[in-house]
């Protein structure tokens, strides 16, 4: 077993304190998100005013607004180190820029998703699992690989989450901007919660695959590990989505706030247990590490004979 640098040496303590306060900037996060949909809401009035080339720069201004939220969160966690800033902004880039790559002869014209993907349930839950989750997983994991897996700044297993999380948002910006454009603009208060909605996909699920990466960094994995981490995120990614539009399917807007608070709960879920798997595998590693630095062993005790009774 490859032991946890971060752990070598140090108190294990130190490892909950950052995920405790990694779950504490998501729940913020998640406030911010949701006070930005509200203040859409609010303000939904401006977008019959605005022409249309004024709502398409608003929406695009719109769709960007959410990743950058969550990066400032990333920020604010790893605020005691200041290399993995531009590390996350690096990874967000590069899940971008594939993704707008990739966007077209992928979904456009290889597998044409428009003319088949939302023709029926079951199509947009195997086609969001077999096509768009694994296209976007399979980026955001490239995104980590070729901007910051081999980098020393990678040093503990919540960075996996971290720089998986930039990269997911990258993908969902590229998502809300083609959402934008093929709307030409979008209502500020059902368009907020969609683009938001995006965010919290995308970003979350990349999380998932961000355990999977982290462990692979820091610990000896066979070779399906990270594959079968791909694999599970997109099935994730699909059902996240398909229970999204079922819970919106009718196209009303309170509808599109249920979606909202969905998308809020699944999130909050998700990154929840993916922090406590985390601290479950931190807490292990420093505990071998520490058995490993003492020279202690386990023995099993001795069982005690009617001899050694005296009888």
Known sequence: MQLHPFHEGGPPESGATTQRGFLRSISFELLGLFLFVAIFHLFSAIGPALDET????????????????????????????????????GVYLMGLLLMAALYQPLFGVVFAVESWLRAYGWSHLVGGVLVTGMASMAIVYAAVRIVVFGNPEFDERLDGIIYAVAAGLGVATV???VYVFQHGGVDLDVGSI???????????IAGVLGYFIGQARFE?????YLPAGVVLSAALLGLYFFLVEQTGST?????????????LLLTLLVMGAVSWLVRRADEETARVAQLAATGDRWEPK???TASDRGE
Do not use: C
Not at 55 to 80: H, K
Not at 220 to 224: A, E, G, H, I
């Open 54 to 89: 004024g709502l398409l720069l608003l929406s695009l201004v719109m769709a960007v607004v959410p990743a950058l939220l969550w990066l400032a969160v990333f920020y604010r966690i790893d605020r005691a180190e200041p290399e993995p800033k531009r590390l996350v902004l």
């Open 175 to 177: 998502h809300n901007f």
């Open 194 to 204: 969609r683009i938001v909605v995006n965010a919290l996909g995308y970003g979350s």
């Open 220 to 224: 000896k994995t066979p070779l399906f």
């Open 251 to 263: 196209g009303l807007r309170a509808e599109f706030w249920r979606q909202l608070l969905l998308g």
């Open 302 to 304: 001795p069982v005690e």
